[in-house]
């Protein structure tokens, strides 16, 4: 009975080193937590947070951008992201706009990058990354806006170009004309046979649509539906 009650007790104890162990770990892996988003508020970083607070954010680029250290690295980031934010402007043509888009995102990057912000400027720091943040969504929409009238805009440009191209093959064949055949369609004609005709006569009836187009030297060709049926020359 008392090898039992030793064993049991013995059992209880390992248990409870376990607990504390356990219990151990995690207050070591929140210091490490506390430590990895805290720091120390040096003379040298009171200096910097001065400069966040005044937006003297080109002095603080020139005396961080040695980036020597991790309070360096952090103001850097944060006096490029404010820099660069206070540099943007919205009002130019509508090809800037990915450009625009290119530095919110960039600010949101920079921001990104901060490992710790002080109590004393977190507010400032915050409401940057907000409206950066929106700003960044605003110009999305914009960029995809711009990009649906882009390719409208080419898809235009690409009819208008194509016509012009029609016109110039036509007025081509028109001074140079070449041999006709039945069955050619109306563009086939006007590009690879007789070109452009002097004058068109059309006819609707219940049937369908004839025509007769007019060259000179009384050359006639007539067409049903589109296709050349008839050729008089």
Do not use: H
């Amino acid at each position: 009975m008392k090898k039992l009650a030793f064993s049991a007790a013995l059992v209880l104890g390992l248990g409870a080193c376990g607990e504390e162990k356990q219990d151990n770990d995690k207050v070591n892996a929140d210091s490490e937590i506390v430590e990895a988003y805290s720091r120390e508020i040096t003379a040298e970083e009171q200096e910097y947070i001065q400069l966040v607070k005044n937006d003297n954010f080109d002095t603080l680029i020139t005396k961080t951008e040695g980036k020597a250290n991790e309070i360096q690295q952090d103001y850097n980031n944060l006096a490029l992201a404010f820099d660069k934010f206070n540099g943007v402007d919205e009002n130019l043509p509508r090809v800037y706009t990915s450009a625009t888009l290119g530095k919110y995102e960039y600010v949101l990057k920079r921001l990104e990058e901060i490992k710790y912000i002080p109590d004393e400027i977190k507010e400032k720091v915050n409401e940057l990354k907000i409206v950066a943040k929106e700003k960044e969504e605003k110009w999305i929409k914009k960029s995809e806006e711009n990009e649906a009238i882009y390719e409208a805009e080419n898809e235009k440009r690409k009819l208008e170009y194509k016509k012009s191209e029609l016109e110039f093959k036509i007025n081509e064949r028109t001074m140079n004309p070449k041999a006709v055949y039945i069955g050619m369609t109306k563009e086939e004609v006007l590009v690879d046979g007789w070109g452009k005709p002097i004058e068109i006569n059309r006819t609707t009836t219940t049937y369908g649509v004839s025509e007769q187009w007019v060259y000179y030297d009384y050359k006639y060709l007539y067409f049903e539906d589109g296709i050349l049926t008839t050729i008089q020359d």
